[in-house]
């Protein structure tokens, strides 16, 4: 029995190698696919749309007058003097070449000049089943020589989306390389140690290699929607919850190499206390974002199981991978800080601050929870100045894009709609008084689309109409017109008119993430609420950590009201930030409650739930302080991106995170608790349990 006994702990090494094998080969196979995401992606704003949006009915109705496998890039070019021939000269021939190549259409319009004369306009269709951006990019390159005094920009949709191509551009590379230094910086300022960081970082890549594995593969069956959004998204939640797994894990283990001088058996118990928790946090991440799947907008749709194949990938890799190289690694990964056998040392010897903290917080815990409360409710108060009702899409980049100054120069000399103009299709009877009915204030002219020989196009008894809208079609005026419009055109009996278009979508596609927003965010805070009480087998304790987050993202949006109105200066925000934040602040928030209120209950069938929420915010304190700086920073590198949805979703995030851990968790949890003492776990038993008279938390030991 002895020899199999010995003969067995020699081999405990073989699980944790195969296991780290097994991952290394994994990384060799499925690397790659991480830098081929982009060519899964589709960022086409009319393929978000549901089928039952009027712009997506006008797309489809719009094949049979058009071909709408191209899209216009508007070439705009101005000279402050006056323009001259040459300049007309230099754009058609600089042009002409490209006409009928890949990636354009067969015809190019000429230069058009402004009625002021101090600017020319034509119009090139690009070929949107192709590579936009390269289209754009070789159109660009073919203009770069322009003369003297001329300047040249290429606009409209297809400049647009191209710039968006190039926003995304470095989302594979830099991204990943901004995250990786700063949770690495973070990991060697928090350990202290040249190991452990590389142990947990590796864990890290890990889950994104699989991750992004599976994702490329759903994505390229057409199981699932990608876009450049969803993909820095899906990276950043990977190195964020695989990092705060990882220091669950990392500060549990320590703790048990304190009080076994086996690393295996100290692995073993660390692993069990550690694997509920993370694995109630994950779950509630994934269930939380894939109440996304309940969403009309399909790039919010999309979302969803991508962000939750991330969370899971994390939680397999951190449970799986990181284990394994602890043990082989042993008391040395913490080197030169190597954590010694010290039996049943007591917790404020290893958790100075916090116990301190603690005792605190026990000696008088309704100032903490209600000063907590007070703060919150504070930054709360400018929550009504959060803007989300939409911008325009020229205002979100954050660089300066060249088909945003060339909207600009159409609006000051063209009318600023023309090159995308609303289409409106409408029974064929009807077509003059449905031309009639679309001159709304916002429109400047109104034609049919005819045939050679010039008579209007009917397609199965119905006619299309082009608006010219007197706004850029990407404002926030276009879209009031597109409202007026189709209030007007829809009133004309017997018509049946739609009205779609570019601006249209764009409308649509606000007025459907509005309506997610609405609908989901009650969704997830149930499902959260749900898991809470299957985890915690209680209804108040979650009731109250509900409160405690909802209150939290109200503060937050609050503070960044502050932020993005008064010191940053943005114009706005898209209806789908709001959804986004709250996704993931509550879903990700409420893994620091997790982390905090599993302890607690742990400790409170052992010592009482008083003393034993104390000890759980001792012991937990620094793992989720340093967890939520993580996060935050990591959330933060979406700030690299410069378009302005993900810069707000950057912010919110990881101030969110920061007031959750440092504040909500830290000070207004253990103290609400605390106050209310074993009445919080109802209706469990443990709610009924007799507290014992003696509480001196800082004298608890482990």
């Avoid at 945003?404 to 000399?413: M, N, P, S, Y």
């Avoid at 850029?472 to 055109?489: G, K, N």
């Avoid at 987050?549 to 932020?563: H, P």
Wanted: glycine share 8%; with cysteine; net charge negative.
């Amino acid at each position: 029995m002895t020899t199999t006994t010995g003969k067995t702990r020699r081999l405990r090494w073989i699980l944790p190698a195969v296991l780290i094998l097994a991952w290394l080969a994994l990384a060799g196979a499925g690397g790659p696919f991480a830098g081929k995401l982009t060519d899964v992606q589709s960022n086409d704003n009319t393929t978000f749309l549901p089928e039952s949006a009027e712009a997506t009915e006008v797309s489809r109705l719009q094949t049979g007058f058009q071909d709408t496998t191209f899209v216009p890039a508007i070439v705009v070019a101005e000279r402050d003097s006056g323009i001259t021939q040459q300049d007309s000269a230099f754009l058609a021939d600089s042009t002409a070449s490209l006409a009928g190549a890949e990636g354009f259409g067969p015809q190019f319009s000429p230069p058009i000049p402004s009625e002021d004369g101090q600017a020319l306009q034509m119009f090139v269709p690009v070929d949107s089943t192709g590579e936009v951006a390269d289209t754009v990019t070789e159109l660009r390159d073919a203009l770069a020589n322009a003369p003297d005094g001329l300047s040249v920009h290429v606009t409209g949709p297809a400049g647009t989306a191209a710039d968006l191509s190039s926003a995304f551009g470095g989302i594979d590379g830099i991204l990943l390389l901004v995250a990786g230094a700063v949770v690495m910086l973070i990991l060697v300022v928090v350990y202290r140690s040249p190991i452990l960081p590389f142990v947990v970082i590796f864990s890290a890549l890990f889950a994104l290699v699989l991750a992004s594995l599976l994702v490329y593969v759903l994505a390229d069956a057409g199981a699932i929607t990608l876009n450049g959004q969803s993909q820095g998204i899906l990276f950043i939640l990977v190195f964020g919850a695989a990092t705060d797994y990882a220091l669950l894990l990392v500060a549990r283990f320590r703790e048990e190499l304190r009080n076994t001088e086996d690393k295996y058996a100290a692995m073993r118990a660390a692993w069990r206390a550690t694997i509920e928790p993370v694995a109630a946090s994950a779950g509630t991440v994934i269930a939380g974002v894939l109440c996304l799947l309940l969403s009309d907008l399909n790039s919010n749709k999309g979302l969803g199981p991508v962000a939750a194949i991330g969370i899971a990938a994390s939680f397999v890799a951190s449970m799986t991978f990181l284990p394994a190289a602890l043990v082989l690694i042993g008391r040395t990964a913490f080197w030169p800080r190597r954590p010694g056998y010290t039996g049943d040392a007591e917790v404020e010897s290893q958790h100075g601050f916090w116990a301190k903290l603690a005792a605190r917080i026990g000696a008088g815990p309704r100032k903490f929870w209600v000063g907590s409360t007070l703060v919150l409710v504070l930054f709360a108060l400018f929550l009504p100045q959060f803007k989300a009702s939409g911008i325009a899409q020229s205002d979100t980049f954050l660089f300066e894009a060249d088909s945003a100054t060339g909207q600009q120069v159409l609006t000051d000399h063209f009318d600023a709609g023309s090159g995308s103009p609303a289409v409106i299709i409408a029974n064929a009877d009807a077509q003059d008084a449905v031309s009639a009915a679309a001159e709304v204030p916002g429109v400047d002219s109104v034609s049919v689309i005819t045939t050679d020989g010039g008579a209007p196009m009917v397609v199965d008894g119905r006619v299309a109409l082009e608006a010219t809208l007197s706004d850029p079609a990407d404002s926030l005026a276009a879209e009031d017109t597109v409202e007026r419009l189709r209030e007007s055109v829809h009133a004309v009996d017997g018509a049946d008119a739609l009205v779609g278009g570019p601006t249209a979508t764009d409308l649509d596609t606000k007025t459907t993430a509005t309506h997610d927003r609405n609908l989901i965010i009650p969704v997830v805070s149930l499902v959260v609420f749900l898991i809470l009480c299957l985890l915690l087998r209680s209804i108040l304790a979650p009731l109250l950590l509900m409160a405690t987050v909802i209150l939290s993202f109200a503060a937050t949006l609050g503070v960044s009201s502050i932020v993005f109105n008064h010191i940053l200066g943005f114009p706005g925000a898209d209806p789908v930030v709001p959804l986004f934040a709250f996704v993931f602040l509550v879903a990700l928030g409420i893994d620091y409650n997790i982390f905090l209120m599993t302890r607690a209950r742990e400790e409170a069938f052992r010592i009482g739930t008083r003393p034993g929420v104390l000890r759980a915010l001792t012991v937990t304190g620094g793992v989720i302080t340093s967890a939520g700086v993580v996060l935050a920073a990591t959330f933060s590198a979406l700030a690299v991106i410069p378009l302005i949805f993900l810069a707000q979703l950057a912010f919110i995030v990881a101030f969110g995170v920061l007031l959750d851990a440092l504040l909500v968790r830290s000070l207004l949890v253990p103290a609400l608790v605390h106050d209310i003492g074993p009445r919080v776990w109802w209706p469990s038993a443990l709610a009924k349990r007799t507290e014992p008279t003696d509480e001196e938390p800082e004298k608890v030991t482990v």
